[in-house]
């Protein structure tokens, strides 16, 4: 019976409490999730313990460590995505060490685990000759070509996140001049940004493909090739599929090695440092809490300051990782529901 109450405990943190309580956003659930699926993998594969056998007397200091090492040799997991699943486990441990005191215990273990350092590294980003070049590649002949065509102008002209433009419904389009999407941000916060005339005339070519007009607000707007709500995983999947082609195209470009959806957001942020828009104005566009958030895009190389000075001008648009997948280990029912109805 003891070996139910750390799974029932966790099941209820991630049934009732992170939704309910907490109101944790769908982002952080699944990213939860996600890290518990990743800590019982290690415990099956390298401990031979399956999930329904875990108890709180089982979490100690040198099993954490243990996982903290195994995602960093075994699974070549970077500081930054180690120290994330690490808080995932230190929420749900604090959360149930109010309730049991074994569960104390093990979170005083997690908390004296040592995380690596996360270095302080460039965000990747696309200068403007690479954006040109990755929207240029989709053909818009093709349904799909279309498709990624409109989702990647929208990706950059809006910088909207990954999980953002999965949320985007057609009532989430502002007709007018110029036309406006509203974005479902973090937090459950909204923002209204602009899109450009070009990719508003590609927006509206993309809804006449579709069939879709202005009483279909609550269907997406953009789908998966099985006519589903796009995951976060099938966006990665997309950036994936034509940084690689721009890679092969023009070898002398593209030299980051970890681009992603985001690098679209980064991008966006860094052309309108570069254009001399003020901080304060693209604070409110990318939908930051705080400048200081912002101002990371105001550290650019001397190259673009100087290019800021003599050129204003903002382009306009007209033209996966894989997702995770367990190994052998099972996982809990509400593991898997957490992934499923939030990723």
């Known amino acids: 019976m003891k070996e139910k109450i750390f799974l029932n405990q966790l099941g209820d943190y991630f049934d009732v409490y992170l939704p309910n309580v907490r109101r944790a956003s769908s982002n952080t659930i699944a990213a939860y999730s996600y890290s518990f699926s990743i800590f019982f993998e290690f415990l099956y594969e390298e401990k031979g313990i399956p999930h329904s056998s875990v108890t709180y007397k089982l979490l100690t200091p040198a099993l954490f460590d243990e996982f903290i090492l195994w995602m960093t040799n075994a699974r070549k997991y970077s500081a930054t995505s180690v120290r994330q699943r690490m808080t995932a486990l230190t929420s749900f441990l604090k959360y149930v060490s109010q309730r049991k005191m074994d569960a104390l215990r093990a979170y005083t273990s997690v908390m004296a685990a040592e995380r690596p350092t996360a270095p302080q590294e460039e965000f990747p980003y696309f200068t403007i000759d690479e954006i040109i070049i990755s929207l240029s590649l989709p053909d818009p002949q093709k349904y799909l070509g279309m498709r990624d065509l409109i989702f990647l102008s929208i990706l950059y002209d809006s910088a909207a996140r990954a999980q953002e433009m999965c949320n985007l419904r057609v009532g989430d389009i502002r007709f007018g001049t110029p036309v406006k999407l509203k974005i479902h941000g973090k937090g459950k916060k909204e923002r209204e940004v602009p899109i450009s005339e070009g990719v508003a005339s590609l927006l509206n070519y993309y809804l006449k493909q579709r069939g879709l007009t202005r009483k279909d607000k609550e269907k997406y707007l953009f789908l998966s090739q099985t006519d589903e709500q796009m995951t976060t995983a099938y966006v990665r999947s997309i950036v994936k599929k034509y940084v690689g082609l721009a890679r092969e195209m023009h070898p002398d470009l593209f030299m980051k090695t970890n681009y992603s959806p985001h690098s679209f957001r980064h991008s966006k942020a860094v052309h309108m440092v570069e254009a001399g828009i003020d901080l304060i104005c693209i604070r409110n566009f990318l939908g930051h809490e705080h400048i200081g958030t912002t101002e990371i895009y105001a550290r650019v190389g001397q190259e673009s300051v100087t290019k800021a000075l003599t ?22 029912d509400f593991i898997k529901r957490a992934r499923r109805n939030n990723i």
């Open 311 to 332: 050129d204003r001008k903002i382009p306009k648009v007209s033209v996966s990782a894989p997702e995770y997948k367990p190994g052998g280990c099972n996982l809990p």
